[in-house]
């Protein structure tokens, strides 16, 4: 599978931004899909993970109450809604796809490009 995410962008702290990732292939709807991220100089961390049928669904304690992971498998598109976004939510987002939900990077097999998400305060 191929992902491609996109949303990203420069706002402001306190205001929303809503990334996408769009998933080429018919098995999509198999898939338990995450998304990461990456702040400069520091390790890829986990957000939030959906499994494929949206009835497991785990976040960061960081994001809790602010984001919100959901699922279109109609559309073969995992969404991550970010509202309160803090300077620190600061990082390269990437989403992936891979056979359940798992906080670890490696468990991951498809990885989309990454976007950009730059919060000032």
């Known amino acids: 599978v191929q992902l491609q995410a996109s949303g990203g962008g420069l706002v402001q702290a306190s205001t929303s931004l809503r990334l996408s990732c769009a998933a080429s292939?018919?098995?999509?709807?198999?898939?338990?899909m995450t998304w990461f991220r990456q702040a400069p100089g520091k390790e890829r961390e986990f957000v939030a993970g959906?499994?494929?049928?949206?009835?497991?669904?785990h976040y960061t304690d960081s994001v809790k109450g602010r984001f919100t992971i959901s699922r279109d498998n109609t559309k073969n598109t995992v969404y991550l809604q970010m509202n309160s976004l803090k300077p620190e939510d600061t990082a390269v987002y990437y989403c992936?796809?891979?056979?359940?939900?798992?906080?670890?990077?490696?468990?991951?097999?498809?990885w989309g490009q990454g976007t950009l998400v730059t919060v000032s305060s």
């Open positions: 959906i499994s494929w049928s949206g009835s497991i669904i």
């Open positions: 292939g018919r098995t999509f709807s198999t898939y338990a």
């Open positions: 992936a796809a891979g056979p359940t939900v798992n906080t670890r990077a490696p468990a991951y097999n498809y």
